[in-house]
């Protein structure tokens, strides 16, 4: 999707915005799982996720690791929410189907607005992704404008590279594997990973999943301390 042109001034950035997530039916929050306080992501990655899912109005932190923000956003869309991605104009779409991708909001470029797009896409959709090219911690007081937009809202912010102080479930992954390649030859059909989630109240658990063509198989799950 289009990138806001970069001469807009703020107000009309925000405004071209809120139009897209009205187009997606983002304006008005709809449920789309029936557990209020939990955004639910289907497929191995949910065996993994307390409660099956990530914490809505809250932040979790996820690695660098593009391939899970990708499922991420591709089980969300799927199931029929609307999900917004900040910042991350390389990142390919090519496994979410068309459909599905009729429901994301990408913003490649914010400028020096991130903190303020990822906040407006917070009050109207499932799913924000907000990542930065460096990482960097954002203090208590820069956090704070951007947290109580998301708790108006329902989202679940994913943040990438970027540090909010006590998040409520942080995500890492590694890559583990390739399949379908051999000696040089075969095409990639599958990728493991070994992906790690802690959250506050939880024992962390850790599994390798497998994302592909198929999408995302439950390889191993085990609770760990």
Not at 58 to 66: L, N, Y
Not at 146 to 153: D, H, P, S, T, V
């Amino acid at each position: 999707m289009d990138e806001p042109p970069a001469q807009q001034s703020r107000a009309d950035q925000i405004a071209e915005l809120r139009a897209r997530m009205a187009a997606i039916g983002g304006e008005v929050p709809q449920q789309v799982v029936e557990d209020a306080e939990t955004l639910m992501v289907a497929g191995g990655l949910s065996l993994v996720l307390p409660n099956s899912g990530l914490p809505r109005r809250a932040v979790t932190h996820v690695s660098d690791t593009p391939a899970l923000i990708v499922e991420l956003i591709g089980q969300v869309a799927q199931a029929g929410g609307r999900a917004g991605v900040v910042g991350w104009p390389e990142l390919s779409y090519a496994s979410i189907d068309a459909d599905a991708m009729e429901r994301v909001v990408a913003v490649p470029d914010a400028g020096l607005d991130d903190l303020s797009v990822a906040g407006v896409l917070a009050e109207g959709l499932d799913l924000v992704v907000l990542r930065t090219r460096s990482p960097f911690q954002l203090t208590p007081v820069r956090a704070r404008p951007l947290l109580a937009r998301i708790r108006k809202g329902q989202a679940a912010l994913v943040c990438v590279n970027v540090e909010v102080p006590s998040p409520a479930l942080t995500i890492t992954g590694q890559l583990a594997q390739f399949h379908g390649i051999g000696r040089g030859t075969g095409r990639i059909t599958g990728i493991d990973f070994d992906v790690r989630a802690q959250a506050k109240g939880y024992r962390p658990a850790s599994a390798r999943v497998t994302l592909g063509t198929g999408g995302v198989e439950k390889r191993r799950l085990r609770a760990v301390t």
